[in-house]
Nanobody
């Protein structure tokens, strides 16, 4: 079982920056990819960015050019650098990991508890 803990959320002004971090712990034989998703009130959870253990990235259109995702395979951590933040970025941000706990285990997804990002003047 993989546990994820997010940090870095908070209140920021429009145009400002914020860096989110997520640390994975527990039994991790291999990590497939990690990513960030977000959910605003009344809306479905949506993908923000993902990154594979090999470094391949995928971004939502709304995040391209403003957000940068990175992974540290040695520490099993993922970060999201968010720049030029907008009101629309306000949401609870969730860390996600797809990993295998042992050599014989299949891939299983895990979610963090979420961290609130509020963009307001």
């Amino acid at each position: 079982q993989v546990q994820l803990v997010e940090s870095g959320g908070g209140l920021v002004q429009p145009g400002g920056s914020l860096r989110l971090s997520c640390a994975a712990s527990g039994s991790i034989f291999s990590m497939n990819y990690m990513g960030w998703y977000r959910q605003a009130p009344g809306k479905e959870r949506e993908l923000v960015a993902t990154i594979s253990s090999g470094g391949f990235t995928n971004y939502a259109d709304s995040a391209k050019g403003r957000f940068t995702i990175s992974i540290n395979n040695a520490k099993n951590t993922v970060s999201l650098q968010m720049n030029s933040l907008k009101f629309e970025d306000t949401a609870v941000y969730y860390c996600y990991a797809l990993a295998a706990a042992t050599r014989t285990s299949g891939l299983r997804g895990a979610w963090g508890q979420g961290t609130l990002v509020t963009v307001s003047s």
